[in-house]
Each structure stands twice: as structure tokens, then as C-alpha cells.
T-cell receptor
Framework: GAVVSQHPSWVICKSGTSVKIECRSL??????MFWYRQFPKQSLMLMAT?????????EQGVEKDKFLINHASLTLSTLTVTSAHPEDSSFYIC?????????????FGPGTRLTVT | SQKIEQNSEALNIQEGKTATLTCNYT??????LQWYRQDPGRGPVFLLL?????KEKRKERLKVTFDTTLKQSLFHITASQPADSATYLC???????????FGGGTRVLVKP
């Protein structure tokens, strides 16, 4: 099956700094990737849709200037959490689906645990 | 308002029995409904997808039903095993565009 990787798997940063998380599709090209956030004991909440070569589409309530998304190639999307605060501490997960097959199941990355101190 | 509800209480079940999970939704008209498995600290893993015009789908020991009149999907794990212990998430895709909205998940614990 298709593989999606994320890097780093976990990161600790100080309040006010920025953190970049990478999402890669390893064996397929993805024009669209999705970024989710999951707080402890809660479900995944879609943050934004990352579109290769164009601007990301953000869900209501998600600050686009705080969560910068760049989808510069067909296999890589990055999420940068700018000026991170403790309330941004969460589990960030990306997903993608191989193109050209209609509606597909999503392949999720292993997630990135962000802790802001 | 739109809601996707799964039983938030953990489901404890004896090995070999059938686990049945529910996913109810309101104010959605999903084109597709999907079920995922999530282990602690990991990303979800796809299990089954069912379309709005399908009543039932099976994959090995898993079965999903979809009732658009009741606005409900049932997810069954037959002959459950301890390795099936995980959180199971249902997700709706309204526009068939792969943009998923997830329910809160139900944790299943299969005891040997």
C-alpha cells in the first residue's frame, strides 16, 4: 500500500519559536494532502487542505498566518507552526491519497507530537 | 448543527466474540463513509469504505453496514482477537473529495 511519512516524529520547542513538520508521500505523487490536529482523547480535526502549486485551503477557525502550509512538490507538504504557544501542543497528522482512482481511502502519516514549553 | 457520534465509552469484549460499534451522524449527506483504526501515538489506518448506495461491505473479519435513512453505520469485528484492541474511527466524506470529517472514535479492548 501507499506510504506517507512525517518528520520529525516528535519535537519539543520553546514558546515563541517556529516549528516545521514535513509530510512526504513515498511511493506516489499527491497533488492534495491534508493536515489534521488531534488533542489527547479527541478525534482528528481537519486543519487545512494542502494543494500542490497553489495556496492551501484552511478550515474555519484555523489561522492561516499561524499555520503556514507549503506544498512545493508532488511528494512534499510542510506545515510550519509559527510563534508556537503551549496551546499548540498537539499531535499533527497528515494524509494523502494516490491520484487517478476516484475516491480513495486516505493514507495517514505516523504523526508528529509537538510539545511547546 | 452537524455531528458525528461514536460511543465514547470503551468497549470491553472477550476474545472470540463479535464487537459492534456504531457511528451516527446528523445534518450530513455523506457520499462515502470510512472506518479507520488508530493505535496510540500513531496515525489512522484505513479499514473499509462504503458508498451511500451500498448497504454492506465485508473484508475478512470486518463488516460495515450503512443505513442512510437511519443515518447510521455499524462496524463489526467478528471472532475478535486481542490484536484488534485499538480505537476505531468513522469518517464521512460529503463531497467525494477525500476531505474527511471524523467521529470521536470508540476504543475497543479485547480480553484474552
Amino acid at each position: 500500500g501507499a506510504v506517507v511519512s512525517q518528520h520529525p516524529s516528535w519535537v519539543i520547542c520553546k514558546s515563541g519559536t517556529s516549528v516545521k513538520i514535513e509530510c512526504r508521500s513515498l511511493d506516489f505523487q499527491a497533488t492534495t494532502m491534508f493536515w489534521y490536529r488531534q488533542f489527547p482523547k479527541q478525534s482528528l480535526m481537519l486543519m487545512a487542505t494542502s494543494n500542490e502549486g497553489s495556496k492551501a485551503t484552511y478550515e474555519q477557525g484555523v489561522e492561516k498566518d499561524k499555520f503556514l502550509i507549503n506544498h512545493a512538490s508532488l511528494t512534499l507538504s510542510t506545515l510550519t507552526v509559527t510563534s508556537a504557544h503551549p496551546e499548540d501542543s498537539s499531535f499533527y497528522i497528515c494524509s494523502a491519497a494516490p491520484p487517478g482512482q476516484g475516491v480513495n481511502e486516505q493514507y495517514f502519516g505516523p504523526g508528529t507530537r509537538l510539545t511547546v514549553t | 448543527s452537524q455531528k458525528i457520534e461514536q460511543n465514547s465509552e470503551a468497549l470491553n469484549i472477550q476474545e472470540g466474540k463479535t464487537a459492534t460499534l456504531t457511528c451516527n451522524y446528523t445534518n450530513y449527506s455523506p457520499a462515502y463513509l470510512q472506518w479507520y483504526r488508530q493505535d496510540p501515538g500513531r496515525g489512522p489506518v484505513f479499514l473499509l469504505l462504503i458508498r451511500e448506495n451500498e448497504k454492506e461491505k465485508r473484508k475478512e473479519r470486518l463488516k460495515v453496514t450503512f443505513d442512510t435513512t437511519l443515518k447510521q453505520s455499524l462496524f463489526h469485528i467478528t471472532a475478535s482477537q486481542p490484536a484488534d484492541s485499538a480505537t476505531y474511527l468513522c469518517a464521512l466524506d460529503e463531497a467525494a473529495g477525500n476531505k474527511l470529517t471524523f467521529g470521536g472514535g470508540t476504543r475497543v479492548l479485547v480480553k484474552p
